[in-house]
């Protein structure tokens, strides 16, 4: 009975992350944590007070707001991260996915394991998110749980892109753009501190179309209990399609570049 | 990759097989990036047990006919067949059975010695005690038991080499390529390297290199091809290239440069006759001679004064200059 290839590199992936695992996890625990007292009780104050902002809102507190959204912001921010430097590393400086296209693994094989590490890579950041919201009794629900899949494919809605995009590049100089003028923004303007509806007319479309947008309305919908099904296909679908599109990417750039 | 493996279709007609097939069979082998013939339809044959080199200067093609070999870059023409099978469609089955040795070091700088062999044991499929018990024996083999636990990152260059050659052989492979395997070593790094080679061909392994080192490719190996431009110039055992392109000893002779007129010309002139032949380089005029010192008796005679003078066997590096007019390492 053998190993199927996609968990042999997940192996070797996770080799590498029990040396760092506990930065990850503080960092994907730490932060939600600062913005929920921060943002979500400090702010939350000032904005209950208004009821026209808890209106807006559509009749929940400002932090039962927040709290679901940052379970996909997590996502997203954790799956960049490691889809940027970590993947050109093992076409640059470790070398990591040469050294397995060398052995029976194909490029098809090698980005389909790391897809898989992604995905549970994800799994424990956003696991530390849900474990912060379950401190707090407005948010602690069974469906933070039904959450946390969302979340990871919102992850991997960004991580198999991204991935893709690393295996074609030489160096780095594109990664701070992508993560200040693409993540930052989508994280600041996609739905998760305040309802896109207050964006301005064009910009609104173009938060519709981001497989973030559509993580924080399910996650937050499965959080506070009001999910509204005839929703659920369409955001699901959604993120699904950048997920096979990433995938799809994956397959071609990694053997391009590990096959020339 | 157990579950794709199959049966060569060739095998079941084999029964009344005389001679046994080479390791590495290759005909009118091309690679092509683009416009640029990296590999210009070569032919080999590699022998089981051989050690067998590709010998030429950057550029010439042989990263990218190891990299072919390796079933890591798809041939554009011709045909490669690897342990008979086709490198085309069963290249997870042929690198399930070969190791190799890249030009650079692929290491996982986070982890340590024994869990690089480990995770690379583990690409092959074998189960990790196996694993631990190979790599326990390959670091004795490679001379690296004692920093098993330590960080790869703190290694020498040899040391990394060593480990790099290690990890190929944790799927205890038929094949061995190794691209350049000793560029960049200091020399006692280079003969400890060159000792652990010669010893896996003393236990059967085939060893497939390249190198632009003379000397490496005379210790190392059995049979070489020498390449320039992606086609393979000549071939040979490397006494029997010597014997064939050069001759038994070389005269170098270094002149003051630049004191009278073109310093290159200038002693071309008054050598001539001395020896089989001669090459002006840059730097030096080499005469290629039966009896150096003989030769330099006559140059002394004819009351030439140069400033440095050697008398030395001759090597594949003088092969090269003969069959390219150019010196290997530019």
């Known amino acids: ?260 | 990759m157990h579950g794709n493996w199959r049966w060569p279709a060739s095998l079941p007609c084999r029964t009344v097989a005389t001679v046994p097939p080479s390791i590495i069979t290759a005909r009118d082998l091309r690679k092509q990036f683009g416009d640029f013939v990296a590999v210009d339809g070569i032919d080999f044959e590699v022998e089981p047990g051989e050690s067998f080199g590709f010998l030429g200067p950057n550029g010439a093609g042989k990263t990218s006919t190891m990299r072919m070999v390796g079933c890591v870059s798809p041939i554009t023409s011709g045909q490669l067949r690897i342990f008979d099978l086709d490198a085309a469609s069963d290249g997870a089955a042929i690198r399930a059975r070969m190791g190799v040795v890249p030009q650079a070091d692929q290491l996982d700088a986070e982890l340590t010695v024994v869990e690089n062999l480990v995770i690379y044991g583990r690409y092959f499929d074998i189960p990790r005690a196996e694993c631990r018990r190979r790599a326990a024996e390959l670091l004795e083999f490679v001379q690296l038991t004692e920093r098993a636990d330590e960080r790869v990152d703190p290694l020498s260059g040899g040391m990394k080499r060593r480990l790099t050659i290690a990890r190929s052989l944790m799927s205890e492979p038929d094949l061995l390529l190794l691209d350049e395997p000793t560029t960049g070593l200091d020399p006692q790094a280079r003969h400890i390297l060159w000792d652990r080679l010669y010893r896996l061909k003393q236990r059967g392994v085939t060893l497939v290199l390249t190198t632009h080192y003379m000397d490496e490719a005379e210790q190392l190996c059995d049979r070489l091809v020498v390449m320039d431009q992606g086609c393979i110039v000549a071939e040979g055992s490397p006494r029997g290239l010597i014997d064939q392109y050069a001759t038994r000893e070389v005269l170098e002779l270094r002149f003051v440069t630049g004191d009278v007129g073109d310093h290159d010309a200038a002693p071309a002139v008054d050598i001539a006759g001395i020896g089989d032949r001669s090459e002006t380089l840059p730097d030096r005029t080499l005469i290629y001679a039966h009896d150096g010192e003989a030769a330099l008796a006559e140059v002394h005679r004819r009351g030439l004064d140069p400033v440095g003078s050697l008398v030395r066997r001759s090597s594949l590096e003088d092969v090269f200059l003969r069959l390219t007019g150019r010196t290997l390492v530019d």
């Open chain 1, 1 to 260: 009975m053998s190993t199927p290839t996609t968990l042999r590199v997940w192996e070797s992936q996770a080799m590498v992350y029990r040396k760092i695992w506990r930065s990850h996890l503080l960092l994907a625990f730490g932060q939600p944590l600062l913005y929920l007292l921060a943002m979500g009780l400090g702010v939350g104050a000032l904005i209950d007070d208004n009821t026209a902002s808890v209106e807006s809102l559509g009749g929940i507190s400002y932090f039962e707001f927040l709290a679901p959204a940052l379970l996909a912001t997590t996502a997203m921010i954790s799956a960049g991260q490691a889809s940027l430097w970590e993947v050109l590393d093992g076409f640059l400086w470790s070398n990591r996915y040469r050294a397995m296209a060398a052995t029976p693994l194909s490029p098809t094989q090698i980005a389909t394991g790391l897809g898989l590490w992604h995905a549970t890579r994800t799994a424990i950041g956003v696991t530390g998110v849900a474990v912060a919201l379950a401190l707090f009794a407005d948010t602690r629900t069974w469906g933070v749980v039904a959450a946390v899949p969302v979340a990871v494919l919102c992850g991997l809605a960004f991580a198999l892109p991204l991935s893709a995009w690393s295996a074609t590049r030489y160096g780095g100089t594109s990664f701070p753009a992508i993560i200040r003028f693409g993540l930052l923004p989508m994280f600041l303007l996609g739905g998760a501190f305040f309802p896109i509806d207050q964006l301005p007319d064009w910009l609104e479309p173009v938060a519709q179309v981001t497989p973030l947008w559509h993580a924080i309305e399910l996650c937050r919908g499965l959080v506070i209990e009001s999910v509204d099904p005839g929703n659920v296909g369409v955001h699901l679908g959604v993120i699904a399609a950048y997920v096979l599109a990433g995938w799809l990417a994956c397959r071609v750039t990694f053997t391009r570049r590990l096959m020339p």
